[in-house]
T-cell receptor
Framework: AQKVTQAQTEISVVEKEDVTLDCVYETRDTTYYLFWYKQPPSGELVFLIRRNSFDEQNEISGRYSWNFQKSTSSFNFTITASQVVDSAVYFCALSEATYSGGGADGLTFGKGTHLIIQP | DAGVTQSPTHLIKTRGQQVTLRCSPISGHKSVSWYQQVLGQGPQFIFQYYEKEERGRGNFPDRFSARQFPNYSSELNVNALLLGDSALYLC??????????FGPGTRLTVT
């Protein structure tokens, strides 16, 4: 069975600090996809990134960066120079599903990390 | 382009009643998935539909059912509502199943 663990329930930092959100996953498949979503108070999940299991290159998008390490089954997310608008709940998710497999298990989400950026 | 839309936004029902939630995917997306998010938890997968066929089902009782229409919109039905069904119900659409875009959700309260 697949599982995603986000051990940090809540993180509070002062604006402009860097912050890293941890994500550890479990899966038996060799082919899988990892995701990060942001959920602001409005409730709508906002897609941030997708990573497949064969691509371990780190990715940077503006102030956001992601570190994927298969050896430790981790997919961590760093926000550089945090801003108040970054305050939200962040979810890490995993998908093992393939259409060729004939079925789909959807995304397995962690419990989320509530990030509070104080001005 | 319009994003995923869901209706209604909020809903209050009584235990034992039935409810129908609606979702319209992003234009061009053929896959719709449903998730339940209880307060303080991550979303839990309920169903996935692709081209009007059920492709996946999560660990939810038979009181939960869904369907997808020829225009790719979808309905989620929940019968015999329980207090524990109170949650935010999220619909996601995708071009493929790996990159899902979520709607704003329907907040269901069961009293």
């Amino acid at each position: 069975a697949q599982k995603v663990t986000q051990a940090q329930t809540e993180i509070s930092v002062v604006e402009k600090e860097d912050v890293t959100l941890d994500c550890v996953y479990e899966t038996r498949d060799t082919t899988y996809y990892l995701f990060w979503y942001k959920q602001p108070p409005s409730g709508e999940l906002v897609f941030l990134i997708r990573r497949n299991s064969f691509d371990e290159q780190n990715e940077i998008s503006g102030r956001y960066s992601w570190n994927f390490q298969k050896s430790t089954s981790s997919f961590n997310f760093t926000i550089t120079a945090s801003q108040v608008v970054d305050s939200a709940v962040y979810f890490c998710a995993l998908s093992e599903a393939t259409y060729s497999g004939g079925g789909a298990d959807g995304l397995t989400f962690g419990k989320g990390t509530h990030l509070i950026i104080q001005p | 382009d319009a994003g995923v839309t869901q209706s209604p936004t909020h809903l209050i029902k009584t235990r034992g009643q039935q409810v129908t939630l609606r979702c319209s995917p992003i234009s061009g997306h053929k896959s719709v998935s449903w998730y339940q998010q209880v307060l303080g938890q991550g979303p839990q997968f309920i169903f996935q539909y692709y081209e009007k066929e059920e492709r996946g089902r999560g660990n939810f009782p038979d009181r939960f059912s869904a369907r997808q229409f020829p225009n790719y919109s979808s309905e989620l039905n929940v019968n015999a509502l329980l207090l524990g069904d109170s949650a935010l119900y999220l619909c996601a659409s995708s071009w493929d199943i790996y990159e899902q875009y979520f709607g704003p959700g329907t907040r269901l309260t069961v009293t």
